[in-house]
């Protein structure tokens, strides 16, 4: 294959071009983060789901129309010598934004500490961390609280998305007296995705299916085959499993409380091909910026 002399010029110009924003913006933002949020000692505390997929929704805007717009004006010309379409900003900021995601992702549990207690009463007496395997525990069942919450998502909002919180309150032993309310609690989130189309008679027949199934799977749920548990960060889901402590109590619910959702992999596969992900973003990436270069190039 015979590529134009001035189309590998081009291209030569376009791979740092790209490469500098690309891997910048993961740099910079996963720096601010760790400074902000996920050192030892936090700045402040925002909801995970804004860093790992709002934040790198439009944080791209940055690179994509102060950087790389104005060059792309330059390179990606017609026959004519006309600006073709917005399609090279679209690929970059698409792009960028997928790499962003999976890098919080990484960020979040690569940097996160998993801590070995005895019971959960040792939580207490330890700064707390991301993970933790419990020894030995026991769900009281007698006491539980639930709540559901909904989410739109899809084009034109067409998916309805279920999700339902339950949550038990954890102890040391089975035979343990319950003398104080209890602060750590184990979380179960059951999630049903259906088309948000349909009657809101037809929704809530369909809600109402999936609830009762969620409690028959709740009546024989095995709490003890675990690996570990991720106490939940600031988030949609460690919001709504409040909710559901709170119905429980039948009271407001602080940061005393701690949830703790189990994880039944282990935490060496938690970050497997996550690496290989963000690299395969920024290939595919450039191979379609390449591609909208050999189209039309002057």
Same mark, same amino acid.
């Given at each position: 294959?015979?590529?134009?002399?001035?189309?590998?010029?081009?291209?030569?110009?376009?791979?740092?071009?790209?490469?500098?924003?690309?891997?910048?913006?993961?740099?910079?933002?996963?720096?601010? #983060?760790?400074?902000?949020?996920?050192?030892?000692?936090?700045?402040?505390?925002?909801?995970?789901?804004?860093?790992?997929?709002?934040?790198?929704?439009?944080?791209?805007?940055?690179?994509?129309?102060?950087?790389?717009?104005?060059?792309?004006?330059?390179?990606?010309?017609? *026959?004519?010598?006309?600006? #073709?379409?917005?399609?090279?900003?679209?690929?970059?900021?698409?792009?960028?934004?997928?790499?962003?995601?999976?890098?919080?992702?990484?960020?979040?549990?690569?940097?996160?500490?998993?801590?070995?207690?005895?019971?959960?009463?040792?939580?207490?007496?330890?700064?707390?961390? #991301?993970?933790?395997?419990?020894?030995?525990?026991?769900?009281?069942?007698?006491?539980?609280?639930?709540?559901?919450?909904?989410?739109?998502?899809?084009?034109?909002?067409?998916?309805?998305?279920?999700?339902?919180?339950?949550?038990?309150?954890?102890?040391?032993?089975?035979?343990?007296?319950?003398?104080?309310?209890?602060?750590?609690?184990?979380?179960?989130?059951?999630?049903?995705?259906?088309?948000?189309?349909?009657?809101?008679?037809?929704?809530?027949?369909?809600?109402? *299916?999936?609830?009762?199934?969620?409690?028959?799977?709740?009546?024989?749920?095995?709490?003890?085959?675990?690996?570990?548990?991720?106490?939940?960060?600031?988030?949609?889901?460690?919001?709504?499993?409040?909710?559901?402590?709170?119905?429980?109590?039948?009271?407001?619910?602080?940061?005393?409380?701690?949830?703790?959702?189990?994880?039944?992999?282990?935490?060496?596969?938690?970050?497997?091909?996550?690496?290989?992900?963000?690299?395969?973003?920024?290939?595919?990436?450039?191979?379609?910026?390449?591609?909208?270069? *050999?189209?039309?190039?002057?």
């Amino acid at each position: 294959m015979r590529f134009n002399r001035y189309y590998l010029l081009k291209l030569k110009y376009l791979l740092p071009l790209y490469s500098i924003p690309a891997w910048g913006s993961v740099l910079v933002l996963g720096v601010l #983060r760790w400074w902000l949020f996920l050192g030892k000692y936090p700045i402040v505390e925002m909801d995970e789901d804004i860093w790992q997929y709002w934040i790198p929704a439009f944080f791209p805007a940055i690179p994509v129309l102060v950087w790389l717009k104005p060059r792309f004006n330059r390179l990606y010309v017609g *026959k004519n010598g006309k600006r #073709r379409h917005e399609l090279p900003e679209a690929i970059a900021w698409l792009t960028i934004a997928l790499m962003l995601i999976f890098s919080q992702h990484y960020l979040t549990t690569s940097t996160a500490i998993l801590l070995e207690v005895e019971n959960v009463k040792e939580i207490g007496k330890q700064p707390r961390t #991301r993970y933790y395997r419990i020894k030995s525990f026991a769900v009281h069942r007698p006491i539980g609280g639930v709540y559901y919450a909904f989410r739109t998502s899809g084009k034109f909002n067409g998916q309805l998305n279920m999700h339902i919180f339950f949550a038990h309150p954890i102890l040391t032993h089975k035979r343990q007296p319950i003398t104080m309310t209890p602060l750590y609690w184990y979380g179960v989130k059951f999630h049903k995705q259906i088309g948000n189309l349909s009657s809101n008679a037809t929704k809530q027949q369909k809600f109402e *299916k999936f609830f009762r199934e969620c409690v028959a799977k709740m009546e024989n749920y095995d709490f003890y085959h675990i690996d570990h548990f991720e106490h939940k960060p600031a988030s949609f889901d460690r919001k709504n499993f409040r909710l559901a402590v709170g119905n429980a109590l039948h009271k407001r619910i602080n940061n005393d409380f701690m949830i703790l959702q189990p994880v039944f992999k282990s935490p060496e596969s938690r970050n497997a091909g996550m690496f290989a992900w963000i690299l395969g973003t920024f290939l595919v990436g450039a191979a379609g910026l390449a591609l909208g270069l *050999k189209s039309g190039h002057r």
